[in-house]
């Protein structure tokens, strides 16, 4: 059974923009379109981050209506 989104489409897995932690020790990233920072700092360790990308769910931007 799938999700679907409002639209009525399926919710598939799809390239995401998104900041990665560059540290070793920490797996945090944060989605490229929750930030406008240029160059964010990982909330988790405030190291730098790097930008990637992931496959995610689409999931409806509360403030890109
Ligand atoms: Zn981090």
């Known amino acids: 059974m799938y999700k679907r989104n409002n639209n009525g489409e ?17 797996n945090g990233w944060i989605r490229a ?3 406008y920072e240029e160059k964010p700092e990982c909330p988790l360790c405030k190291s730098e981050m790097v930008a990637s990308v ?5 999931i409806n931007n509360p403030g890109m209506k």
């Not at 598939?12 to 990665?20: A, D, F, H, I």
């Not at 992931?54 to 689409?58: R, S």
Request: a negative charge; aromatic letters at 8%.
């Open 33 to 35: 379109n929750f930030t």
């Open 10 to 26: 399926e919710v598939q897995p799809e390239e995401t923009k998104v900041w990665e932690c560059t540290s070793d020790k920490c």
């Open 54 to 58: 992931k496959m995610l769910q689409a």
